[in-house]
């Protein structure tokens, strides 16, 4: 096994549960074009990039669009997400994470995150988190979505890190699949069911600890 030197955290369901406010976004549009999306639907879009959330939502109420309108809806499904990401607050980092960080920050361990939002800058801004990443990689900053290793490579890259080195902490199929891509560990956040190809799944960063990145 390759000595551990960074982590790489993805953000929503893995830092945050973003995906409650994405879900209210994507139903409200759903129903401006007449149709209902469901909870279980919303699982569809974990992990997935705005664009192709859209295309999956259209496939659900069987709508076509031009390509405009569907960057136009993208837009105000967006500043309806961005209406809830402005009233996050610091109480909703998940169970664990905080004591996770000041863990391996006190221990030398590098700290990068590798998501596909273009919100995530905001968010850790409303966390009051952006301090502790040495390295920010979204979806501003990559050209191909997860499962394609660029989001975590460019991770290990910023940090100067060989990706042998790094362990990737994902609650998303294809996120998993991006790290495993990558040639990196990953821990997924989550349910056994979705992510038994991580090299260990837990359920949450509650309790997780330095001595248990051991793969
Ligand atoms: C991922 C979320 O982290 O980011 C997806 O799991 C979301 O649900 C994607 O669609 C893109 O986010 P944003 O904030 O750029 O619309
Ligand atoms: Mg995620």
């Not at 409650?20 to 209902?36: I, V």
């Not at 699949?177 to 956040?189: F, P, R, S």
Request: glycine letters at 8%; hydrophobic letters at 45%; one cysteine or more.
């Amino acid at each position: 096994m390759g000595q551990i030197s960074a982590c790489i955290f993805d953000l929503d369901g893995v830092v945050v549960d973003t995906a409650k406010y994405h879900y209210q976004a994507w139903k409200r549009l759903g129903k401006e074009l007449n149709f209902d999306f469901s909870e279980d639907d919303n699982e569809r879009l974990k992990g997935v990039s705005r664009m192709d959330s859209l295309n999956i939502l259209l496939e659900i109420g069987n709508i076509t669009l031009s390509e405009e309108d569907k960057l136009a809806y993208a837009d105000k499904k967006n500043i309806w997400y961005k209406e809830f990401v402005m009233k996050m607050t610091p109480d909703e980092i998940l169970p664990g994470v905080l004591d996770f960080f000041k863990e391996l920050k006190d221990a030398g361990y590098k700290i990068a995150l590798g998501s596909a939002s273009k919100n995530a800058v905001a968010i850790l801004e409303k966390l009051e988190i952006i301090d502790w990443f040495d390295v920010i990689i979204d979806g501003t900053k990559t050209k191909k979505a997860k499962p394609d290793p660029e989001v975590f490579l460019l991770g290990a890259k910023g940090l100067n890190i060989d990706p042998a080195n790094c362990v990737v902490f994902e609650d998303a199929e294809a996120g998993v699949e991006a790290a495993l891509n990558a040639e990196m560990y990953c821990v997924g956040i989550g349910s056994p069911k979705n992510l038994g190809k991580a090299h260990k799944v837990m359920p949450g960063l509650l309790n997780m600890n330095i001595e248990k990145l051991t793969f």
